[in-house]
């Protein structure tokens, strides 16, 4: 698995990104995916995840309603749609794969997965 997040940028509050992360590696349909954030002085959080088809889903309380994961596993790609984004969005937001057998609230935590790629930047302005 080689992750490579990208789709970050420059946007104004209330505006939308898509972030992308594609497995070079072919395989990503074979691991559960997250997205995570870390803000400038902040420990790294958890956004989203996504199973293995896509059919389920799960989101940290601050983004439900705002920002939405999904999947292409003939691309092997996740991409995360960030709408309506506020000043406080702003971090870099790192994409993971996971290759356990569990789809359960443990994939909240970061030391839950196995590869991860190498962040990209989004910054909301005011």
């Known amino acids: 698995v080689q992750l490579q997040a990208s789709g970050g940028g420059l946007v104004q509050a209330g505006g939308s990104l898509r972030l992308s992360c594609l497995d070079s590696?072919?395989?990503?349909?074979?691991?559960?995916v997250g997205w995570f954030r870390q803000a400038p002085g902040k420990e790294r959080e958890f956004v989203a995840a996504?199973?293995?088809?896509?059919?389920?889903?799960m989101y940290a309380d601050s983004v439900t309603g705002r920002l939405t994961i999904s999947r292409d596993n003939a691309e092997n790609t996740v991409h995360l749609l960030m709408n309506r984004l506020k000043p406080e969005d702003t971090a870099v937001y790192y994409c993971?794969?996971?290759?356990?057998?569990?789809?359960?609230?443990?994939?909240?935590?970061?030391?839950?997965?196995?590869?991860w790629g190498q962040g990209t930047l989004v910054t909301v302005s005011s």
């Open positions: 993971a794969a996971d290759s356990g057998v569990a789809w359960s609230s443990d994939l909240r935590h970061s030391r839950h997965y196995d590869y």
């Open positions: 590696g072919g395989a990503l349909n074979r691991y559960l």
């Open positions: 996504i199973s293995w088809s896509g059919g389920a889903t």
